[in-house]
């Protein structure tokens, strides 16, 4: 990482996100997951880039579902620090995510609900996650097959269900019967994320229990 940040490869990856060819875009977004993981201040160095915020959410606009799915990965990691997150927020993530929420390309489910996950983390977010439609589509996963999608959803949804509205949505579109199996999955991660997401749904209920009582 030290030679590659010397010789100014991060910068470099960073404009091939600019060339025509989607296979060259989906190869650098890939490569600049890793660069941005171990770089010692990956927000600042996300953020020196002119434009790059806006350019990375830009190319979640494209039609080749490598590109989306590789720009999901990178954006995973670029929102791990707040005032990227806030940046790409303002440059309109959500929306964009949300018109994606309803993709049958498992690889893409995978980082899209992991970048959704991390997403949820700043702002209005999570409320807005569910004003564009995004929390039911993405129920739909837990009924695949990989592990890794479902994890990935599991904690997306736990996220999610930190807002009352999005709660109730998780709720009528039958996941608890799909998330009470997961939690006993070997995946610890898994386990978490899934009783995590039905103690949202409980807690939300016996709120609304209560209050038809008093």
Not at 76 to 93: F, R, S, V, W, Y
Not at 178 to 194: K, N, T, V
């Amino acid at each position: 990482m030290m030679i590659i940040g010397c010789l100014d490869g991060v910068r470099l990856l960073r404009s091939l996100l600019k060339n025509p060819h989607p296979d060259v875009k989906a190869s650098a977004a890939w490569a600049l997951c890793p660069c941005i993981q171990q770089a010692k201040d990956a927000g600042e160095m996300v953020r020196s880039f002119v434009g790059g915020l806006e350019l990375v959410v830009n190319l979640l606009k494209s039609d080749n579902k490598e590109v989306s799915a590789s720009v999901c990965a990178a954006i995973t990691n670029i929102a791990k620090g707040q005032e990227n997150l806030a940046i790409i927020t303002d440059h309109g993530i959500v929306p964009l995510f949300s018109k994606l929420a309803n993709t049958n390309n498992d690889k893409l489910r995978r980082h899209l609900a992991e970048a959704i996950s991390c997403c949820c983390m700043w702002g209005r977010n999570r409320v807005a996650f569910g004003e564009n439609k995004a929390v039911a589509p993405l129920v739909r996963y837990l009924k695949l097959n990989d592990t890794n999608v479902h994890r990935a959803t599991a904690q997306a949804l736990y996220q999610l269900s930190e807002d009352g509205d999005n709660c109730i949505t998780i709720h009528e579109n039958g996941t608890v019967k799909l998330l009470l199996h997961m939690i006993g999955s070997p995946d610890e991660h898994l386990q978490e994320a899934a009783a995590g997401c039905v103690s949202n749904i409980r807690r939300l209920a016996l709120a609304i229990e209560k209050a038809r009582y008093t």
